[in-house]
Each structure stands twice: as C-alpha cells, then as structure tokens.
C-alpha cells in the first residue's frame, strides 16, 4: 500500500521499519527532519509536509504526541483532511481524545479511524502491539494488513472513539502498575535486598508482567531515559479522568497524574515514566537524617 505517516518519535520510527519491511510504501513527514533519518535510511520517503504525506496515498496514518497535535495535523487547509483523495483511510495511531476522535470521523463520514497501540517501542520493533481500532467497520477492514504488520492482536472495538476509550482503560492499569512497580522498587531499597533477586522471584508470582521487568530493570539502571514519556501518561490520565467524569471515582489514576505531573514540572516531561521513582524520595527528613 501507499502509506503516509506523521510523527517518527519512539514509536514511530520501530512502526514505520516494519511496514518498509513489509514492502510498504512508505512517505514520513515528522516535524523535526533529523528524526526521521532513521526512517529514510531504511528506504522511507521524505514528505515536506502533512500535506504532502496525506496526498495521492491509500493510508495516512499519525503517530503524534497530544490531542492538540492530532487536531492540527488532520484539520485546516494544510491538514491531512483538506489533502488526502477521497478513498484515503486516516488512521490515528496515537493515544488522544475519544471525543475527537468521533469529531474527526463525522467531519469525513467514517474514513478516519482511532487505532491507538499499547507495547511500547519494543513491541513496535517486535510487531507484537495491542491495537485497540474504533470506527467504520469497512474502512477498518481496508486497514486491517497494515495492522497485522503492525500488532499481533488487533480489536475493532466499535464506532469512531471507541478505540481511544479502550486504551484510556489500558492506562488507568499502566498507571497504577507503574506507580505499583516504582513503590515496590522503593521498599526493596528500604529493606535493603537485592533488587535482581527480588525481582527474580516476584516476577514469576502473580505480580508479573512485562511492564514490570522493563521498568525494574531500567531502575536497576538507575536509567531515567524514556520508553513512554511521562507528560504522556499525564495527559493520558487526564483524558481517563475526563472519560468517566463525574460517573466515578478514580483516587489511583488522579493521584499517578498529579504524580506525574510533579515529575514533569521538576525534571521535564521527556523522562521515562519509571521517573515516578523519584516521588518516593522523602521530602520530609527522616528522624535519623535529622
Ligand atoms: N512510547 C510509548 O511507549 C507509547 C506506547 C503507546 C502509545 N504511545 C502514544 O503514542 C504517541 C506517540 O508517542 P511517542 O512515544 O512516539 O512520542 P515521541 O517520541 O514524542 O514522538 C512523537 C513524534 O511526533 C512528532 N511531532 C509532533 N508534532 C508534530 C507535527 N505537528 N508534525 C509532525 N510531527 C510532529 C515529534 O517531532 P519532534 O521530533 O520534532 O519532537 C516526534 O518525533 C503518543 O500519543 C503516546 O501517548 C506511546
């Protein structure tokens, strides 16, 4: 298929490898150039612009950072809905808003679907990404090669938005397992115990997961570099809290926000979201400090 793709960052760039692997033609459009180099060197085309990565394509897919980039880059006259040809399906792969998700597929009569993915940049590599797709079913059966590629578990999940609300269910658990993992990396410390043996017997308990072996094994590292940013989750987290809205209370997802939040305002929000290790350091000296 002739693919255009927006936004080669650390998902990105493994997603895109994969689909030139594939045979796939691909042209990338990323806002900084250089960020895409790793793309074009695997034999990606270069597109100046949104507009020029929407044009004469079968599939345009984005893969952007927030809700606000989403809806520049598919609206106005240089955006992907103003360019693309009429029998284009618009993909969007990052995780944004249910709400403009279906206001993005009303606006075409359903060529636009949300497919966000949950795996991080290692499942990307591996295509072995959850897909979690909302929108037309027909137009979701056009895309469905380009998902296989992509994931090795792929849901149509129901009409436009319903794709970005299954995810924002699947980061009200990162959530919470990651604020869980950082905590629990903070009493083996405390305890004074190994942490690789820790580790080595709670991951084969019930608490295992492969949230928790990358993020134990990156705090091991003492290594803060991000596989999924913490202004991210942040903004994940608010986009969950406004999903339920006053239907529920949701004390874990609030608090792992704020949290966040915190770790973006003190050491930015390109941290890994492991950082939230740092919100276990005492602020108040402890007797023995004192
Ligand atoms: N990382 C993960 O583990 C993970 C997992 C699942 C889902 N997600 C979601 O996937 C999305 C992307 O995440 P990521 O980790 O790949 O983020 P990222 O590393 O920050 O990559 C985003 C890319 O989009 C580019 N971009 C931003 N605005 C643009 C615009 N207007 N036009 C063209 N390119 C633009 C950025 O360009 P610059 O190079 O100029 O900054 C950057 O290369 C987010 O919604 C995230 O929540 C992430």
Same mark, same amino acid.
């Given at each position: 298929?002739?693919?255009?793709w927006?936004? &080669?960052?650390l998902?990105?760039?493994?997603?895109?490898?994969?689909l030139?692997?594939?045979?796939?033609?691909?042209?990338?459009h990323?806002r900084?150039?250089?960020?895409a180099?790793p793309?074009?060197?695997?034999?990606?085309?270069?597109a100046?612009s949104?507009a020029?990565?929407?044009?004469?394509?079968?599939v345009?897919?984005t893969? =952007?950072?927030f809700p606000?980039?989403?809806?520049a880059?598919?609206?106005?006259p240089?955006?992907?809905?103003?360019?693309?040809?009429?029998?284009?399906v618009?993909?969007?792969?990052? &995780?944004s808003?249910p709400a403009?998700a279906?206001r993005?597929?009303d606006f075409?009569?359903?060529?636009?679907l949300?497919?966000p993915v949950?795996?991080?940049?290692a499942?990307?590599?591996s295509?072995a990404l959850s897909?979690?797709?909302g929108?037309?079913a027909?137009?979701?059966?056009?895309?469905?090669p380009?998902?296989?590629? =992509?994931g090795?578990?792929?849901v149509h999940h129901?009409p436009?938005g319903a794709g970005?609300a299954?995810k924002?269910?699947? $980061?009200? =658990?990162?959530a919470?397992?990651t604020?869980g993992?950082c905590e629990?990396y903070?009493v083996?410390?405390?305890?004074?115990l190994?942490p690789?043996?820790?580790h080595?017997s709670?991951r084969v308990?019930?608490a295992g997961?492969?949230l928790l072996?990358?993020?134990?094994s990156?705090?091991?590292?003492?290594d803060?570099?991000?596989?999924f940013?913490v202004?991210h989750?942040?903004?994940?987290l608010?986009?969950a =809290?406004?999903?339920v809205?006053d239907t529920?209370?949701l004390?874990?997802t609030?608090?792992?926000?704020?949290?966040? $939040?915190a770790v973006?305002?003190?050491?930015?929000?390109?941290r890994?979201t $492991?950082?939230?290790?740092t919100?276990t350091q005492?602020t108040?000296?402890s007797?023995? $400090?004192r």
């Open positions: 298929m002739r693919i255009g927006i936004g &080669t960052g998902m990105g760039e493994p997603m895109v490898a994969r030139v692997a594939a045979g796939h033609q691909v042209s990338v990323n900084t150039r250089a960020r180099e793309s074009l060197a695997l034999g990606a085309g270069w100046g949104i020029a990565a929407a044009r004469d394509r079968d345009v897919i893969m =952007l950072p606000a980039d989403v809806e880059a598919y609206l106005g240089d955006g992907i809905l103003a360019n693309a040809s009429p029998g284009t618009a993909v969007d792969m990052s &995780t808003s403009l279906r993005l597929a075409t009569g359903g060529s636009v949300d497919a949950s795996g991080g940049p499942g990307a590599r295509g897909i979690f797709v929108g037309a027909d137009a979701f059966e056009r895309v469905r380009v998902f296989e590629v =992509l090795s578990t792929v129901g436009a970005q299954a924002l269910v699947n $980061q009200a =658990l990162v919470n397992l604020l993992i629990a903070a083996a410390e405390a305890a004074g190994d690789a043996l820790v080595e709670v308990g019930v997961s492969p072996d990358f993020a134990w990156r705090l091991s590292d003492g803060l570099e991000p596989g940013k202004a989750l942040a903004k994940d608010a986009l =809290l406004d999903e809205g529920r209370r004390p874990g609030s608090l792992v926000r704020e949290l966040c $939040q973006a305002d003190t050491l930015g929000g390109d890994g $492991q950082a939230l290790i919100q005492p108040v000296p007797e023995g $400090q």
